[in-house]
Structures are given as C-alpha cells and as structure tokens.
C-alpha cells in the first residue's frame, strides 16, 4: 500500500503546482504583448508581437512546453481523483502525505529559488529547452516583455500558493481524521 501513498504525493505535487502555474498565470495582470504572448503559447491566437527570430523559435518551444504542462496537469488530476475515489479508506492518509510531500519539496525548492533565483532559471532553462535557444540580449522585445523580475514574482506566486494548497490538504486530512473517529468507524 506504501507504493499508492508515493504516486499519490507525487502526482499531487505535480497537479498542485501546475494547477497553481494555471492560476497564477490567469491571474497576474499582463502588459498588451505579455497577454498576446501568453495567449499564443496556450493556442488562442498567432504570435503578433514582432519578436527576433531566435525569440519566435523560444515561443515556439515554450508552447510545446505549455502543451505538455497541460497534459500533465489533466493526467495528474485524472489519476488523483480515480486513486482518491477508488481507495477510499485510504483519503486522510492521501491527503496528509499529499500536504506534506507538497510542503516539503515545494519549501525546499522555494528556499534554494530565494537564495540563488538565477541558478534555479538556468537549471530550468537547460533541462526544458537543452538547445539552448533561451538567452537573449537585454535589449531584446523578449527581455523588456519578460523581464527576469517577472519570472521572480510569478514563481514565487506559484511556490506559495501550491504551498498553501498543501497545509489545506493537510488540514483536510486532519479534519476528516477527527470526523471519521467521531463518528465512531
């Protein structure tokens, strides 16, 4: 049974922070081209912002990234909702281990992102786009759209709140556990 435990911290944390991304993102207020930009890399609309041709092919990476991200999202919550229903005796324990793999990991990285925020964008960067067609000049429309300080705020947006969505997942668990043993099961 250890085994449903680890592939359910797992896929939660995957779906807390994508999910987390998802909203952040929807959120945060965006200048004209960052919303044009935003909206081409979820395939609403074609790229109109007159970027440099090594930043076109950027976008064009980036959304394939925005696609998988996606996929991943809907398959995480496909799998935690079907482990989360099917094993029911098992939800508390689900939900606490959720909360806390969510909170470790998540403090964890957002601790490292805190003291070396540029190290953590180039880890990043080489993992996702190992090509290496992610730097660009200052002065680049890419970098003046997406300065370094928008990358620094919505991460850590995104870092608190999948943080938050554990501690709620761990209340839960704590919640429903008082619940269960009131009811006399």
Do not use: C
């Not at 806390?100 to 990285?109: E, F, K, N, Q």
């Amino acid at each position: 049974m250890k085994w449903k435990v680890i592939l359910f911290s797992i896929v939660t944390i995957l779906f807390l922070v994508l999910f987390s991304f998802k909203m952040v993102l929807f959120l945060t207020p965006l200048s004209e081209n960052q919303q044009q930009t935003v909206d081409y890399l979820h395939g609403k609309e074609k790229l109109n912002v007159p970027y440099e041709e090594d930043a076109v092919s950027h976008m064009m990476d980036v959304k394939k990234v925005f696609f998988y991200a996606d996929v991943i999202l809907y398959i995480s919550l496909l799998i935690a909702t079907g482990m989360f229903t099917y094993y029911k005796r098992r939800k508390i324990e689900f939900l606490k281990y959720g909360g806390w793999t969510t909170i470790v990991g998540l403090g964890s990285l957002l601790l490292f992102a805190l003291l070396g925020f540029n190290t953590l964008f180039t880890w990043f960067h080489k993992i996702f786009f190992p090509q290496g067609n992610w730097q660009f000049a200052s002065d680049s429309l890419l970098i003046q759209t997406f300065p370094i300080n928008f990358f620094i705020s919505i991460s850590t947006k995104i870092f608190l709140l999948a943080f938050i969505f554990g501690i709620v997942f761990i209340v839960l668990s704590k919640y429903m556990k008082h619940d269960f043993y009131n009811k006399g099961n």
